[in-house]
């Protein structure tokens, strides 16, 4: 096929984008495919939710004597594009939609938040652990003097700002990912 033929295959669909209800923070919308070289005839639809900046793929059809001609591909694609930064969360899906799936190009973006933070993670645990080594081999001691005991205090204060900033990775750790797959458009 010749680059103008399928430059033509390219530009012969045209989308629409609309919400169709707004309740709770969500925001409920479809995606509809036309055929332009066919009097604008639907081809499929892709029902979708956007709650907390998450997307959120409910459902996709696609008319049966078009399926398996890239049509719903075609639909992800664009509606990636709309929102490039965020990965489409595709929930449950059938044989069909498993299948679908497998054959999307995908690239992973790493999360560089996540991976700092876990870095510095293991960095305040090993810096902990040196700590309370320190700490139990002051406490060993058979005498304990001023200086031990300052000493001591600074010891547990370290550990206890080191303990908070763990505490504030963890939650941060939990609640996101280390990355996200973003359809290749």
Same mark, same amino acid.
């Given at each position: 096929?010749?680059?103008?033929k399928?430059?033509?295959?390219?530009?012969?669909?045209?989308f629409?984008?609309?919400?169709?209800?707004?309740?709770?923070? &969500?925001?409920? #919308?479809?995606?509809?495919?036309?055929?332009?070289?066919?009097?604008?005839?639907?081809?499929?639809?892709?029902? $979708? !939710?956007?709650?907390?900046d998450?997307?959120?793929?409910?459902?996709?059809?696609v008319?049966? /004597?078009?399926? %398996? *001609? %890239?049509? #719903?591909?075609?639909?992800?694609?664009?509606? &990636? !594009?709309?929102f490039?930064?965020?990965?489409?969360? *595709?929930?449950? *899906?059938?044989? &069909?939609?498993? %299948?679908? $799936?497998?054959?999307?190009?995908?690239?992973?973006?790493?999360?560089?938040?996540?991976?700092? /933070?876990?870095?510095?993670?293991?960095?305040?645990?090993? /810096?902990?652990?040196?700590?309370?080594?320190?700490?139990?081999?002051? $406490?060993?001691?058979?005498?304990?003097?001023?200086?031990?005991?300052?000493?001591?205090?600074? *010891?547990?204060?370290?550990m206890?700002?080191?303990?908070?900033?763990?505490?504030?990775?963890e939650?941060?750790?939990? !609640?996101?990912?280390?990355?996200?797959?973003?359809?290749?458009i």
């Amino acid at each position: 096929m010749n680059w103008f033929k399928k430059a033509q295959l390219e530009t012969q669909y045209i989308f629409e984008n609309d919400v169709i209800d707004f309740h709770h923070g &969500q925001t409920d #919308a479809i995606l509809k495919i036309f055929d332009t070289a066919n009097t604008r005839k639907a081809l499929g639809t892709i029902s $979708y !939710s956007i709650f907390n900046d998450e997307i959120f793929v409910n459902l996709i059809n696609v008319q049966e /004597k078009y399926r %398996g *001609m %890239g049509i #719903a591909t075609r639909m992800l694609k664009y509606l &990636q !594009s709309e929102f490039p930064e965020t990965e489409l969360n *595709m929930g449950t *899906m059938t044989e &069909q939609g498993l %299948g679908l $799936y497998k054959s999307i190009p995908f690239e992973y973006v790493e999360n560089k938040e996540y991976t700092e /933070k876990t870095n510095r993670l293991k960095n305040i645990d090993s /810096k902990i652990k040196s700590l309370e080594d320190a700490f139990d081999n002051l $406490y060993r001691k058979d005498r304990f003097s001023d200086l031990d005991r300052e000493r001591a205090d600074e *010891m547990n204060a370290a550990m206890n700002h080191l303990h908070d900033e763990k505490f504030e990775i963890e939650e941060y750790l939990r !609640s996101n990912s280390p990355g996200k797959k973003i359809i290749k458009i």
